[in-house]
């Protein structure tokens, strides 16, 4: 991916948050997207969506989509991300230089990368991750469900992640999910159930769901893994119970975990999104994650599953 700013603001954040690939084995999207702004000299503010015209983003989707292109309109911003596939070529354009809805600072540019991944192949998948010597799991369900606090309470006691919201998704011969942000979030309360103990901590600003935003390699040495080879879904469900548990679940609710966030939440190929869910819901044995409240318990339930069904899976 090559990107032309012209704000150095948002070329900072993308440097801090989006995960460099250096494996040769990584799969491989080649996109170019120039990111402006109404800040720059030339350039005019984005043109505000016309409501009076009952012009609907469903048909605005259907009508890029018949020629090969995906777009996006925030309303909140408001910005513009436009993309056509065949060149492989993303304008973004943003009311001020940092003038992104507040939910994608710690994902900037997720729609082009979901676009550029999906014309590949792969998907940009809703999902955080915990493995255990390179074989893991995807941890599914809707915000709010546990699966940053379980993906943290699993990193502090030694299992390893490539992600806890976002993460690359490739379903081939094998399973494998790969990191593209290096962010993970959890709030105060959180951190303190996990006991994280930063200095820095308590002085972070919150993000707006009132969360810390961490960098993951430097808080967690080694945690942050180049590849997870997948061979579960995990649904948490906050439970309190007094020992964790997992309990086999149905393809049905499998999907019926994965596919909101996986596909409402990353606009353009929905259809492709859907078929994606099956697949892996298919391919994938999934299971009702009952959690305790001891973090390291739940971590603890979650190595000696990842360790039975990972030499199973083997």
């Not at 710690?106 to 998948?125: G, I, V």
């Amino acid at each position: 991916m090559t990107v032309w700013f012209t704000s150095e603001a948002l070329a900072d954040l993308c440097t801090r948050t989006l995960v460099q690939r250096t494996g040769n084995g990584s799969p491989a999207a080649r996109l170019a997207i120039h990111a402006m702004d109404a800040g720059a000299d030339g350039w005019d503010p984005p043109a505000a969506w016309d409501v009076e015209a009952g012009f609907s983003s469903r048909e605005f989707e259907q009508i890029l989509a018949a020629a090969d292109q995906r777009g996006f309109y925030h309303h909140d911003g408001p910005s513009w991300q436009l993309y056509d596939r065949a060149a492989g070529l993303g304008v973004q354009t943003l009311p001020s230089p940092l003038g992104l809805p507040p939910w994608e600072l710690a994902s900037p540019l997720r729609l082009f990368l979901h676009w550029a991944y999906a014309a590949s192949n792969l998907r940009l998948t809703h999902a955080a991750t915990l493995g255990l010597d390179g074989r893991g799991a995807l941890i599914v369900g809707a915000s709010g469900s546990g699966k940053s606090a379980t993906t943290l309470a699993g990193l502090v006691n030694g299992l390893e992640s490539v992600g806890d919201d976002y993460v690359l998704v490739e379903s081939g011969s094998r399973v494998v999910a790969h990191p593209v942000f290096a962010v993970l979030k959890q709030d105060r309360e959180g951190l303190r159930r996990a006991r994280v103990t930063m200095a820095d901590v308590e002085r972070t600003r919150l993000n707006w769901q009132g969360k810390i935003e961490l960098d993951a390699a430097a808080c967690f040495p080694g945690g942050l893994a180049e590849q997870l080879e997948i061979f579960a879904l995990l649904i948490p469900e906050i439970a309190r119970a007094r020992r964790t548990s997992l309990q086999p679940v149905t393809i049905h609710e499998a999907a019926l975990a994965l596919a909101p966030s996986a596909v409402f939440q990353l606009p353009g190929d929905s259809a492709e999104g859907f078929r994606f869910v099956a697949d892996l819901v298919r391919r994938l044995p999934a299971f009702r994650l009952r959690l305790s409240e001891d973090p390291v318990e739940i971590a603890g339930a979650i190595a000696s599953f990842l360790a039975a069904e990972g030499a199973h899976a083997g």
